[in-house]
């Protein structure tokens, strides 16, 4: 049973950092496409960044720059690091695993959440200006 366990968020001013954590496991491929979506209140879900099994990361526009998305050597922690946090990033984040492919798919920009088969129970990031 795969399961994601995000968690980090919190409240902070513009211009602060925050580090949000994903524990992942059940996910039995060797190779994956981990992934930080969001959703603010009234807007859909979407996609923030996204690592590959092989290493290779992709970066919503709106975060490049700012947030970093990683692993750790053990491939069960996935992070997100969010530098220069600004008011617009606040929402609720999810972590998400699925196939390979679908990093693949993020070369011409976030893919549709609704790809991915396996979500976290999100945690919540304020940031007020």
């Known amino acids: 049973q795969v399961r994601l366990v995000e968690s980090g968020g919190d409240s902070v001013e513009a211009g602060g950092s925050l580090r949000l954590s994903c524990e992942v496991s059940g996910w039995t491929r060797s190779t994956y496409c981990l992934s930080w979506y969001r959703q603010a209140p009234g807007k859909e879900r979407e996609g923030v960044a996204a690592i590959s099994s092989d290493g290779d990361t992709q970066y919503a526009d709106s975060v490049k720059g700012r947030f970093t998305i990683s692993q750790d050597d053990t491939k069960k922690f996935l992070y997100l690091q969010m530098d220069s946090l600004k008011p617009d990033d606040t929402a609720m984040y999810y972590c998400?695993?699925?196939?390979?492919?679908?990093?693949?798919?993020w070369g011409d920009g976030p893919i549709p959440a609704t790809r991915y088969d396996y979500w976290g129970q999100g945690t919540q990031v304020n940031v007020s200006p």
């Open positions: 998400a695993v699925d196939k390979f492919i679908l990093c693949r798919y």
